[in-house]
């Protein structure tokens, strides 16, 4: 089968930039004077040199600028509304592709009470999205009441295992908190990639690297990280220890010392 | 990307006349023997050189004579189910480009129960507009058991950005009242314009220029309003002020000297 | 735009023979021995020099003759389930046609729960309708749990503006009681032609062509009637009652005297 | 209008033999080891000159041998779900013309919370059948919460009445006890055909013979028999005792006489 | 008509190796270290001579050898969303085909609140998948609040009934626990084969063949079995063991032999 992801990876690896926190979270949750701009998260995306930028649509079709290959989230929602999580497809394949996307992400939410209506548009999208020569990318995150833990070891792999079983190119998933239960994750995905979700803003830049550094060690193929670079006050600095690890396979002292005293 | 508001915009300002309250509120809540009549609205439209008309599809089949720029309101609702709101899609977007539109406006209730369903509609639609050369418009309107005060900052600015990311060309909101959290919705729409919901008739004028002056000031692009102006015993006058403000930066003070004494 | 119900009237007024009750309510609710067979309505109608009949698909397959203009009613739900009401699509426009209808009629329950599911049927049956060259009639009914009163003027004029909003050619709307808050429903609905929807067989005759009477000096253009008609055991004598009102402009004294004694 | 039940009728009269009792109600409450078997309901079929067979679309392509007229019934449900009923299409009417069938059955759950989804799915499948040349019979059956008693006269009328306006070639009825309140039903059905539905086996075949007399006596077209026939230990003769009734207008007394002793 | 399932048949009898675990109960409850690897299992498969293998869409995708026969799972869901169950289609029978499949699986949860829809999309996939040469396999499982027991020998003939009224080429389904009852399930599918459901591993090796010889001896075609393989240390012995019993007719005893001491 053709690798779909190969445009987002370097040596079979990536380093994604999200930026879909302003629906999924509302701005004034996660953004600043500067990262609630695009342009701005462009610029990091272009200067630090990541192998992706994940949007949505709108945003996509104001600020895009081709320079950093570009993932489209077809799927979203607020964090306003209560109940069983359910986000459903706002933006077709075809527009994607024509908006420069080389992939498209849509986020399945395991265990949802809506889960089929997810699994049977994912199944769909990614149909029509190898048809026309993009990546088909699962966010898998179980939620909903009939999920206790989102970040057990159990159900991160069962997320990505869902995630290969319904034709992903790569998941996106939470980590589990060390390299030994994330290594069971990332043999459920196959041979799909495993991202890890970069997660809200660590408390230490040490921190958030040996999470990394624990998901490289257990096989996997990358990050997509937003927060933890862009709310960043040195965002290109952090993008440099990382890639260091993710892309260069090195320790976490060596990534630490991308960042000026 | 093609500015699809220009024909709805001078000197990238606008202020465009909302007519669809007989459907979302009911003509006995807000018209009286006048304003009842679409003919009344257009004549103001028309004297009061408004950049733009929103009506539903009904009122501009049988009503509407091309004078001002039109907008077509493709969902809609009336004010008397409980529950969670939701308004779906009644009039495609060709038939209302075949009316003579040059935009279409779609209401997002955001935080709703039914806000996939919404977010869904309106994604097709701003890319059917898009292709026939319309633009799309959305009234970002967070409502619903979730919500609990819609015109907080946050919530706002939630609002815009959401219509930004879901690829709106401008997005209609309400006012946070004042400027300074008003910037930061507007912020948070980035190049999508932004217009302020006019919203129930205000107690005195300068009340409600005072609003209208704190959009302008924060960077907003105008005003869609009804009722301040329909309902206004004045109405000409009303539209005459709120162009100094919107269309020629003038001050309130400025503004109140367009009402006769 | 084009007259759509300009087959179904005469001097711009209309009255319609009503059959669908045995649908909506049930035969042994409405129907006698005689009225139960669709060729005795037939017979009234023709004799009766109604401007139009109102069938549903089914009864127009098996019964229509063409020699009165018909309506054929393409959605409809029983008496018998509770909740919510909601009536869906049975028959399409094109199929209406091809049995020689030349408008159809769609019942919108506003305020019911399912409101949106009709005014969105509704809107593509209007465009649907006017391409092919039929008119689109809107029964809009408010009911539901948040309906107190379905017949207080404000909810009546409610359901008349939103007919037009929603593109109707006419609305079939209740009674108000008096011609003063009639007219105001007859007002909101702008230049949808407002027909009143005759209900169950009046206490006498006299107090029906009251009400008819009310409805034409409020500016109606005429009566949806089934049961005062096919109920009654004279009813082409009160055809021709209702026509003196209704097309004629005579009064309800002169009316009466088309009864024999 | 083409009669499309011709190929089920006899001088207008018609007994079909159904056999969809397996999905319905299960092979453990229906079947024997004999009546399990599709092929014992053939012979019978065709020996016992019914004039018409219904069977689901599966039972159809692997057992149906073209020897009598086909009925496939193109929706159906187990009685394993609680809560309202409902049975959505599961077989194209061009499927089941491809497996030979001039006509398609229906179920509408009359009264069901989910009626509109069976009169909207009626609808559509009738205008197919028909435009395929096939007949469209509904086996109207009230049921759900709402429904005290479905065998009442009042209820069987109105199911009867229902399938009428439907647009039903014919509808398959619960009988109602006695011939005079089933003449109701059959007056309330117009010129659509109207079957018995046989129902679960009678004590005595008097008994069940006294129903079907009854059926022709109010003016019926015949019978849908299952259980009546095939559970029973002589279902040639029954069926041969059914057809002195329901074609040839023979008495009961002469129909038992085709029993041997 | 065309026996879709031959493929899949030596001498009519064939044992499939089933693996869509990984979706329907995750990776940490059925895999360990060996059978997470997809590679692993076609390994199995291949050496092992089943007769066919069944994927979901993603494992075959980037797994699939095309050396056994191929059945794609067109549906599945995960073990983690509480409520009736529902699995909707998340592969087109079209894309199926693509793939290398001679056969597409689905599973009907029986009994559920949302029985209609699978039972619907199931009577679409098997059309297609006949009008594509494909053969369409039932997945019966009766399940859900109104289901005390799934494997009760009335609900298990009850869905082998209904996959063979649902036109399904093959039905899997539970077994009784005996083969006097399986026979009844056995009848009651008709000429569409029968498969067990391999289940959770057996206690002990002649446990599970006693099951499978119970099956054979009631007139089933053969089994679909996972975990009592792919997770047995000797897994080419307990398919060789099954192959004498299902393939060749042979006792448990001579069954047994099969395994190395």
């Not at 610029?43 to 950093?68: C, L, N, P, R, S």
């Not at 295992?161 to 459920?188: C, H, M, N």
Request: overall charge neutral.
């Amino acid at each position: 089968m053709k690798d779909f992801m190969s445009p987002f990876l370097t040596n079979e690896k990536g380093i994604l930039l999200a930026y879909d926190q302003g629906l999924e979270h509302g701005p004034s949750k996660d953004f600043n004077e500067k990262s609630v701009d695009p342009k701005y998260i462009l610029e990091i995306a272009e200067k630090g040199k990541f192998t992706g930028i994940i949007f949505q649509k709108g945003v996509a079709e104001k600020y895009y600028d081709g320079k950093v290959p570009l993932i489209i989230k077809i799927n979203g929602k607020t964090s306003l509304p209560k109940g069983e999580p359910l986000a459903t497809q706002n933006c077709s394949v075809r527009h994607a592709k024509a908006l420069g996307a080389q992939a498209v992400g849509y986020t399945i939410y395991l265990g949802s009470a809506h889960e089929h209506i997810m699994l049977q548009e994912f199944g769909q999208i990614q149909a029509e999205a190898h048809e026309l020569g993009l990546a088909a990318i699962a966010w898998v995150y179980p939620r909903g009441e009939a999920i206790a833990n989102d970040s057990s070891p159990e159900i991160v792999a069962y997320a990505a295992r869902a995630g290969l079983e319904a034709g992903a190119d790569a998941v996106k998933i939470k980590y589990t908190g060390d390299p030994q239960t994330f290594r069971w994750a990332v043999k459920s995905a196959g041979t799909a990639k495993v991202f890890m979700s970069g997660g809200p803003k660590a408390p230490t830049d040490e921190a958030f690297l040996k999470q990394v550094k624990g998901v490289m060690d257990a096989g996997g193929s990358g990050l997509a990280v937003g927060r933890n670079v862009w709310q960043h006050d040195r965002p290109l600095e952090m993008a440099a220890a990382l890639k260091e690890i993710i892309l260069n396979g090195q320790t976490i002292e060596t990534a630490l010392k991308r960042f000026s005293k």
